[in-house]
């Protein structure tokens, strides 16, 4: 398979995160919502389920040799898997049975996140309260375990749906505050060393290479600056990002990971319920992408095999019934974009 047809056949998806606990109706949403073409279905996670079905819980119980507890600030290593890290498996769990429900007899790209090594290292805490972060061997230490854990998880998932191909996608909204030192020490009276850049894309290489030799992947960020080709040189097949958050000192880099053949996940569709007026455009939706097409001096032909649409960000603190209009909105903005790329 070519870098430039990957992901073909998915002009539209979320980034992970839906709103409510019901697995089956989340998965119902997402295979519903990209059913016939329309896009690319993933597994849900449910977050107000509470801690273990939080993003950060949900990376926690895939770790390998590595356990996690809540402790009042946050998540914590452990000796020992206790009741947090059996409920983030457990969970985890329920999604997967109810994904594969709805995805009987499914040929297509079905997507599954993880939280990425640098943002878990932000977030997880030592056993003294100070980030992961501080200390590079325990950082060296997570992404390993990280990485065999999506190993055996991308196996379940194959196995569990066997015809689909399955895109992995790391979620990384702390790593630029990781590149630029802006990560917040326990006290919030510091931060955190910035991490030497040639490390942390040798980290992501390393992980992102547990989807295998033949694995798709990509990248999300809905933070800004993005480090697109840093994410690139680390063999992301994709990069997700908000695109409210461009700003013309990216763009370069944007213009040439497009040439490059990295697909451009753009969130473009408004993830809270706050901008449903912003839903009644289609075609509205995706006129600031026509216009960087534009800008860039790409052809407007490449458009629709070059760019998925996405919400901004995850669906998590959206009503159920914008979740449902979001996605729809994405799959028919996308299809706008492919039927008028000019």
Known sequence: MSEKNKFSGCPATGIGSMPGGDAREAAKTVTGSFADGQGMPYLAELPARGPGADMIGRSVGLLVEMYGHVEPSGWRISDRPGRDTRRARSWLGEDLDALEEFTQGYEGLLKVQAVGPWTLAAALELRGGEAML???????????????????????????????????????????????????????????????????????????????????????????????????????????????????????????????????FLGVVPSTDAATGALSDPGGSVMGVRTLWRRLGLNPGTLAESVTITPSCGLAGASPAYARTALAHSARAARSLADNPE
């Open 134 to 264: 501080a200390d590079a061997g325990a950082c060296r230490d997570l992404a390993g375990s990280l990485a065999e854990g999506l190993r055996a998880h991308l196996a379940e998932v194959r196995r569990r749906m066997p015809g689909a191909s399955v895109v992995l996608q790391l979620d990384e909204p702390s790593l630029t505050a990781v590149l630029l030192g802006r990560v917040r020490s326990a006290s919030g009276y510091r931060t955190y060393r910035a991490v030497d850049r040639q490390i942390v894309e040798a980290t992501l290489r390393d992980v992102l290479a547990a989807a295998g030799e033949d694995g798709t992947t990509l990248v999300h960020s809905c933070a800004p600056e993005v480090p697109v080709a840093l994410l690139r040189r680390a063999g992301a097949d994709g990069v997700s990002l908000d695109f409210s958050l461009l700003t013309e000192r990216e763009e370069e880099a944007i213009g040439e990971a497009v040439e490059g053949g990295t697909q451009l």
